[in-house]
DNA sequence: ACCGTCATGTAATCGGTTACATGATTCT
DNA sequence: AGAATCATGTAACCGATTACATGACGGT
């Protein structure tokens, strides 16, 4: 009969949990909401983490004993969560293994291309116009904000280094959106729509 | 007082539902265990469904006059669930609304690279190789399986056209893991590892 | 003063994940 | 005959999504 334990501190943390760890590892301090705005800026784009899921998981973490929690007493009564050395020691534990977890790439759109054949002649053309529609404008937003952040890195030198992490995650999102659009354009061509002229201006090679 | 109750048939479905919807409706009668495999063969290489989901999604259809199942009396007892007229309308409906949900990337890999600025100074590194390595191997798995998909179709060219829907997803896969591939070696080369050579072998452009 | 948007939170439900189990087949 | 793998299923927990709410703040 074994009762051993395996290690209570490695009670298995969730993704989420390791992206508010390493958040407040790098931002300090910070309330559910800030954590909502760093969030948004950047990995949200392409990984949707809902803001009730920001409010769940700092308890969570403070129960493990990886954060300490703060409430202000008057106006707003805003809870603001702490890392503690613990959290910081899961956090670069957590660096020190590379993620062995392959990639989930859950698209709606092939979803519905997956079954186009059940559907009607139009079915095809019907989905691949969204797709084309909705990745073209995503490349675009990315490609604009891109540009806005390399003009304000050009003005304000300072937190260089910092931000380049930002934007790798920023740049596999534009690479990611660039393949979509290459793969929906091609869609259209073979359902014979002519909305396949590549409209979009290029910056960057694809193949940097 | 409004108690006017909308629709009860749309009752919102799943990604989850369609995709079992759908496989009933193309498949015909399956068991779970089939839909496991043709799962598997293709959406799931990186849309992950585990096998209890495919279990639990056919009752919840039948609870909604979608499916209908029959048990074996004897030796396995499987169970086979069948689309009825209305699951088939409600795969129908699907198909003519194009979806316009957004693609989510859950990348572990980005979240941790996203963080490695918390790490050491060779953290970027390690990452960036076990991500290489993973997204390497999934290319030329891709890339294999489309050979023998190439092959197999040249002999029975009969089943053709039903296989390009299927082959589609594959593409899409591709595709996107060639753009992994094409970002994490820019990682190498930037965090100075030297495992940036391309070797794989490229049967197709990029952009077709 | 009002309106809209930002900010902040909670609750309930339900789908998804993990773990547990075991019956059939096939291969050696 | 035993081992390994395929096939088949259930159950419990928990995280994620949705929906509901409302307080603060900035502008007109």
């Known amino acids: 009969m074994v009762l051993y334990v395996p290690m209570l501190s490695t009670k298995r943390l969730s993704p989420t949990s390791y992206l508010v760890l390493g958040l407040l590892a790098r931002e300090g301090p910070s309330t559910p909401y800030d954590l909502k705005r760093q969030v948004a800026a950047t990995l949200g784009h392409f990984w949707s983490f809902p803001h009730a899921l920001l409010y769940a998981e700092p308890p969570r973490l403070v129960e493990l004993g990886l954060a ?56 095809p053309r019907i989905i691949t116009r969204e797709q084309l529609a909705i990745h073209r404008a995503k490349l675009k937003a990315y490609e604009e904000q891109a540009r806005v952040q390399r003009k304000s890195r050009d003005a304000a030198a300072p937190a ?21 659009v290459a793969f929906w354009e091609e869609m259209a061509s073979e359902t014979g729509d002519d909305a396949a002229a590549p409209s979009d201006g290029r910056d960057e090679p694809l193949i940097a």
């Open 68 to 123: 300490t929690e703060t409430q202000e007493l008057h106006g707003r009564r805003r809870r603001t969560f702490t890392i503690t050395p613990a959290g910081d020691a899961a956090v670069q534990e957590w660096l020190r293994r590379p993620s062995q977890d392959s990639t989930e790439l859950r698209d709606p759109g092939l979803l519905q291309l997956y079954f186009a054949d059940l559907g009607s002649a139009e079915t």
């Open 160 to 180: 260089r280094l910092l931000e380049e992490w930002h934007g790798h995650s920023l740049r596999m999102g534009t690479l990611y959106e660039r393949a979509a």
